[in-house]
Structure formats: C-alpha cells, structure tokens
C-alpha cells in the first residue's frame, strides 16, 4: 500500500500562485510514478501532469502549460505542483496519485493509491 497526502491548497486570488505538495509513504519500493489531478464540479477528473521516479515529465491540458511545473523531491518522497498566474477555471479539487509500472499515464484508471484532495479555489 502507499499512502498519499496532500497539502497546500487554498483560496488565492486569480494571478496568484500555490505550491501543492505530495508526500508518499508506505512500501519500501517508491512508486514508478506520481501524477496530479483535479476534478471541478460537475466535472470529470482531468489529468494535470505526471512525474515518473526516473525524472520522465508528461504534462497535459494547454489550459496549464507555461504555468504549471510538476517537481519531485526523492529525499523527502514528496512531489510538488507549482502552479502560477492561476485562474478561476483552475478551481477544482486536486488530487495526488500514484502507480507501479507503466510512467506517462494521463489516465486516472490506471493509477492505483489516490491521496484525499485539496482544495483550490481562485476568486477573479
């Protein structure tokens, strides 16, 4: 099993930035990867960007290009989402996952532990 916890999440202002952060724990065996998500209401999850243990970066949706950078710290286990000049739109739970096998995936199915979420919200 592997534990996710996110933290860092908030109500910021549209331009504003926030770091997320996600800490794993649990196996003895770091997970191959770990991938942010979120998830509007009403909406399905979408996929934000996935770092693999080997430093492989896939990021997705051109909604956050240019502003958001996915990090990884493999001394504390924890991977980092920046993310800056944020907009309304991003307000949404984001969600830390993370899987054995395959890196690169973009899809929420294939990943097996999910941490409990955090809140973003951006006022205008």
């Known amino acids: 099993q592997v534990q996710l916890v996110e933290s860092g999440g908030g109500l910021v202002q549209a331009g504003g930035s926030l770091r997320l952060s996600c800490v794993a724990s649990g196996r003895t065996s770091s997970p191959t990867a770990v991938g942010w998500f979120r998830q509007a209401p009403g909406k399905e999850r979408e996929f934000v960007a996935t770092?693999?243990?080997?430093?492989?970066?896939?990021n997705d949706a051109d909604s956050v290009k240019g502003r958001f950078a996915i990090s990884r710290d493999s001394a504390k286990n924890t991977v980092y989402l920046r993310m800056a000049n944020l907009k309304p739109e991003d307000t949404a739970v984001y969600y830390c996952?993370?899987?054995?096998?395959?890196?690169?995936?973009?899809?929420?199915?294939?990943?097996?532990?999910w941490g409990q979420g955090t809140q973003v919200t951006v006022s205008s």
């Open positions: 996952a993370a899987k054995f096998g395959v890196v690169g995936s973009r899809r929420p199915d294939d990943y097996n532990f």
């Open positions: 770092i693999a243990r080997n430093g492989l970066i896939t």
